[in-house]
């Protein structure tokens, strides 16, 4: 298994560019997450997902927007990048309701926006 | 609110010291899970323990070890004979449900040789 893979690994956006950062997992687990964690501070969570087709707001999901048309797969979109948003960015799986909520990391996409 | 405070920004111990990390939590949910994760220097995220509020007994996993106690909200993280490999950024987390997740700001940990 791969577990929860994420690519690219670090992009560098201008001002108002757009892109999409992908996330798969082969866990078949049913929750998934985007994080962002910014220097010196904790993870923020942007959006979940506890199902193919539902998806819901975390903490900061301004500026950005997902997706979750399959089970393995969650991408993340950045919308008119902006500085604010230069961050690590993390995907993360868990098994879900009814099995166990600890969490499976990505590598994490370090992304700049100058 | 969901709140978790890892008031200990950054802590270095000699090596084989014991060193604890805290970890204090905010809810007004019954029922909520509390989390442990490491980031290395490499950057990845790895999961440590969880345990749920009905579950107050203590954890030990090796050099590691947990304290829950919801007197004192607290979920306390303790590494016994720390070894150079246990450098790295500590999170505690909070959830309810699974679905959101409050994560502390972590300690960073340098056990020096």
């Known amino acids: 298994n791969a577990g929860v893979t994420q690519t690219p690994k670090f992009r560098i956006l201008k001002i108002g560019q757009s892109m999409t950062l992908q996330c798969t997992q082969d866990m078949n687990h049913n929750y998934m997450y985007w994080y962002r964690q910014d220097p010196g501070m904790g993870l923020k969570l942007i959006y979940y997902s506890v199902g193919a087709g539902i998806t819901d707001k975390g903490e900061v999901p301004n500026g950005y927007n997902v997706s979750r048309s399959t089970t393995e797969d969650f991408p993340l979109r950045l919308e008119l990048a902006a500085p604010s948003q230069t961050s690590v960015y993390f995907c993360?799986?868990?098994?879900?309701?009814?099995?166990?909520?600890?969490?499976?990391f990505g590598p994490g996409t370090r992304l700049t926006v100058t | 609110a969901q709140k978790v405070t890892q008031a200990q920004t950054e802590i270095s111990v000699v090596e084989k010291e014991d060193v604890t990390l805290d970890c204090v939590y905010e809810t007004r949910d019954t029922t909520y899970y509390l989390f442990w994760y490491k980031q290395p220097p490499s950057g990845e995220l790895v999961f440590l323990i969880r345990?749920?509020?009905?579950?107050?007994q203590n954890e030990i996993s090796g050099r590691y070890s947990w304290n829950f106690q919801k007197s004192t909200s607290s979920f306390n993280f303790t590494i016994t004979a720390s070894q150079v490999v246990d450098s790295a950024v500590y999170f505690c987390a909070l959830s309810h449900t699974g679905n959101q997740f409050y994560f502390g700001t972590g300690t960073s940990l340098t056990v020096i040789p």
């Open positions: 993360a799986s868990s098994p879900g309701r009814g099995f166990s909520y600890e969490q499976y």
């Open positions: 345990r749920n509020s009905f579950d107050e």
